[in-house]
């Protein structure tokens, strides 16, 4: 009996997976609504706090590729507890000692453990639920990552307004991370949390099995000459822009919302702008939903097309409208931008006709715009205004767009029309 087999017996070990998504998207989405506290705290000016998820996103674009080969030397438990590791380390250093200097080291180090954690988990999905199963399983994953995103920024929203000065500490966690945190700097209380998260997920995958995981070919990372060698197709290099793009896309509007709500129409952001950011990363989340049903429908540019252009409408809204206007219209972009992630990357992959696992890792080292994108903002803020600095989200969204113009997938994606027509022909 084949190790996949048996593994498909076992259903709590893609419960196991499943928890180790939500801990990611907690680690990696939380910054968002967190930045303008750590601008306050820490009186940072724009371009010094979008180093802060430049640390981490720039991590996890580039530990992306030897990540890959890592999986392949150790195997997946020893990596994705080598993960969490990592972020516990980064998770305890920013919670123990809140200055700047050592914020943006302990991203870095979170970064390099949710590239760990993300390369590894993908193929063992497979093999936990089985082959035949992996497509629900993979796109119920991605539910439980935006369920996790959408809850975080509510966490912080709880957590800061119980710990704030004459804020009700009342039970025995808020007594605790009371007790934990510097006066004036609740925010920070999300990072023990945050640690307390990762330590536990440790002890859980130190006592579970896991099976033996055969890598596909195209889940396979190749070897260093055959991603120098990819990396030089033209159709590559077009997509791994693409995906720096997107994700620069996403994180700046992610990163940057609660601080211009704040700014320029005066909300707080540790209520209205959190919350603001939560339904950003809801809306995505429950627009994919509607992105499976559309690309039923529609060929895949055209739904990335669609999606670009509310995306930026959103956008226009968001930076020009009225103050009631702006705060609906910024977690509306994430509505826009629910489908563009996946149709990029099956885009970039059907593109060409071999070392997918090679492209995959290449595409997923365009995370990387996440660290590039925020920053930009940041500085471009300080020099003219952050209305102006956010307006750099029309250069990245408008690179989304030019995708379902310029691509020439070898294969499209299967509609109900081009099935209708397969079965006449």
């Not at 907690?26 to 180093?51: E, K, V, W, Y």
């Not at 919670?95 to 200097?101: D, F, I, L, S, W």
């Not at 159709?235 to 609660?258: C, I, K, N, P, R």
Request: charged residues 10%; glycine residues 10%.
């Amino acid at each position: 009996m084949s190790a996949e087999k048996s593994a498909a017996r076992r259903p709590y070990l893609v419960g196991v997976v499943l928890a180790i998504f939500f801990v990611i998207a907690l680690l990696t989405n939380i910054l968002g609504p967190i930045i303008p506290d750590i601008i306050r705290s820490f009186h940072l000016s724009l371009t010094a706090a979008g180093f802060l998820p430049f640390a981490f996103f720039i991590a996890y674009g580039v530990a992306s590729i030897p990540a890959g080969l890592l999986v392949e030397w150790l195997h997946e438990k020893k990596v994705i507890l080598g993960g969490f590791g990592l972020a516990l380390a980064g998770a305890l250093l920013f919670a123990a000692v809140p200055v700047y200097g050592v914020a943006v080291a302990s991203l870095f180090l979170i970064g390099v453990g949710m590239a760990l954690l993300q390369v590894a988990i993908n193929p063992l999905l497979r093999v936990a639920g089985g082959s035949e199963h992996f497509a629900f399983n993979a796109t119920l994953s991605q539910l439980v990552f935006g369920g996790a995103s959408f809850l975080g920024p509510l966490a912080y929203a709880y957590l800061v307004r119980r710990l704030e000065s004459g804020a009700d500490r009342s039970g025995p966690l808020v007594g605790i991370l009371a007790a934990m945190v510097p006066a004036h700097m609740a925010w920070v209380s999300v990072y023990w949390v945050l640690a307390a998260c990762s330590a536990i997920m440790i002890g859980l995958l130190a006592l579970v099995h896991f099976p033996k995981v055969e890598r596909q070919e195209d889940e396979k990372s190749g070897s260093w000459q055959t991603h120098v060698k990819v990396f030089r197709m033209p159709v590559v290099l077009l997509f791994f822009v693409s995906t720096f793009a997107y994700v620069g896309a996403e994180q700046g509007t992610a990163d940057w919302m609660s601080q211009f709500l704040a700014t320029y129409h005066h909300y707080d952001p540790q209520t209205a702008g959190a919350l603001a950011v939560s339904w950003f990363w809801g809306l995505m989340t429950a627009g994919c939903a509607g992105g499976v049903i559309l690309l039923r429908r529609f060929d895949s540019r055209r739904v990335l097309i669609g999606g670009s252009l509310v995306a930026m409408a959103m956008l226009t809204m968001a930076l020009f409208g009225t103050k009631t206007l702006s705060v609906v219209a910024f977690p509306l972009v994430g509505l826009g931008a629910s489908a563009m992630w996946p149709v990029v990357i099956s885009l970039g992959l059907n593109s060409v006709s071999e070392h997918h696992g090679t492209v995959s890792g290449i595409l997923c080292t365009g995370i990387a715009g996440g660290a590039v994108v925020p920053l930009a903002i940041g500085y471009l803020s300080d020099h003219f205004g952050l209305r102006a600095g956010v307006m750099l989200l029309y250069l990245a969204f408008g690179w989304v767009l030019s995708i379902g113009f310029w691509a020439h997938p070898l294969v499209n994606n299967e509609t109900v029309s081009s099935r209708a027509k397969a079965a006449e022909s």
